[in-house]
């Protein structure tokens, strides 16, 4: 495993983030364990999670079953986790409000049976709380060694950019990383992230680097989607399945993929893990058989001219909106007013 510095910050983590979203939801904890385990073998020392990511029985699953997981194994990792998102039925019961803040930070501490996040980040923009009262917030979690570092997650380059320089007006902790959707079916943060990112060495984490699923190569032309999958269901996958385009693509990455002598979700790893401003891209899946693939993907090398190649026939995609845009979160209207106190 490859190893590399974090943004602004001495830690050092693998070029390959774990994520733990479906832990709880797809995954029976045994078969969660054995994925965790086998990757911390594999020298993957990163894992990404969130408070909200839950099954059926409630949100902070993901936290548990990571923190009954790692008994004696804390110190041997670096956790990402998030806040955002609905957790408490009263009125400011989420959001990036100081109110919730010190709530679910203390609650994210207890699931993960820690005393310390390494990395806490804003799951998506705030609309309703100025961006002071969310940093002045975190920066006194780092002074209180609760969170050792900030980020934010589904931001532009323009709020990251406003956060960077109400903080360096207080003197207040700045966020260290960015975590976004990339993967060839979506390039947008090409346009404005990616460059922040490269200008303020802020690190960025990849998720979706799959694209869902369909980089897989398990979507073929004129087939209707396996039942349970995301082509199944998620209609945004649904939708770029049904472009003719997508698998004009897909069928040329298959025989690039051959050429290689790997599998198609190898190839576009290797794509993201190319691009400079990638510290780190995310590695899901629903099933172990999912994973088993990426441990060895830090190795795989792709002539330069393929990889342009493969920029060339996915260009259309540096304008795709996010996903979480298409399901109906505004990320590049949606910040609060700051008071700005200049």
């Not at 990163?46 to 194994?73: H, I, M, P, Q």
């Not at 041997?76 to 009125?91: E, G, L, N, S």
Request: charge should be negative; charged fraction near 25%.
């Amino acid at each position: 495993m490859e190893y590399t510095t974090f943004g602004n910050t001495g830690v050092k983590v693998s070029r390959l983030c774990l994520g733990c979203m479906v832990f709880p939801i797809n995954l029976e904890e045994e078969q969660a364990a054995g994925i965790l385990y086998t990757a911390m073998d594999q020298g993957i020392n990163f894992l990404d999670t969130a408070n909200a990511y839950t099954d059926e029985l409630g949100a902070g699953k993901s936290e548990k079953v990571l923190g009954r997981l790692l008994k004696g194994k804390r110190d041997q990792v670096v956790i990402a986790t998030k806040y955002y998102h609905p957790m408490y039925k009263w009125p400011t019961g989420r959001g990036a409000s100081r109110v919730h803040i010190m709530k679910a930070v203390e609650d994210s501490l207890r699931r993960l049976q820690t005393d310390y996040i390494d990395l806490y980040q804003m799951h998506n923009p705030d609309e309703d709380t100025p961006v002071e009262e969310t940093l002045s917030t975190l920066d006194s979690l780092i002074k209180q060694g609760k969170v050792r570092y900030i980020g934010m997650s589904n931001h532009r380059g323009w709020q990251m950019a406003h956060q960077l320089g109400v903080s360096a007006l207080h003197n207040w902790e700045p966020i260290v990383s960015a975590q976004c959707e990339y993967s060839m079916f979506c390039r947008s943060v090409e346009m404005d992230t990616a460059d922040f990112c490269l200008r303020f060495n802020i690190a960025l984490m990849a998720y979706s680097p799959l694209a869902g699923g369909i980089l897989t190569g398990k979507y073929q032309r004129g087939q209707e989607a396996p039942a349970g999958t995301r082509g199944g269901s998620y209609p945004r996958t649904k939708n770029l399945l049904s472009e003719d385009r997508v698998h004009d693509i897909l069928d040329e990455l298959r025989i690039m993929a051959n050429k290689y002598g790997i599998d198609m979700n190898q190839l576009a790893m290797a794509w993201v893990l190319s691009k400079p401003f990638v510290t780190t891209p995310i590695v899901g899946g629903s099933r172990p058989e999912h994973f088993e693939s990426m441990w060895d993907v830090v190795d795989i090398k792709i002539e330069q001219a393929d990889l342009e190649r493969m920029d060339e026939i996915t260009d259309f995609y540096r304008a795709a909106p996010l996903g979480i845009e298409v399901a109906g979160h505004h990320v590049s209207q949606s910040v609060a007013l700051g008071v700005n106190r200049w």
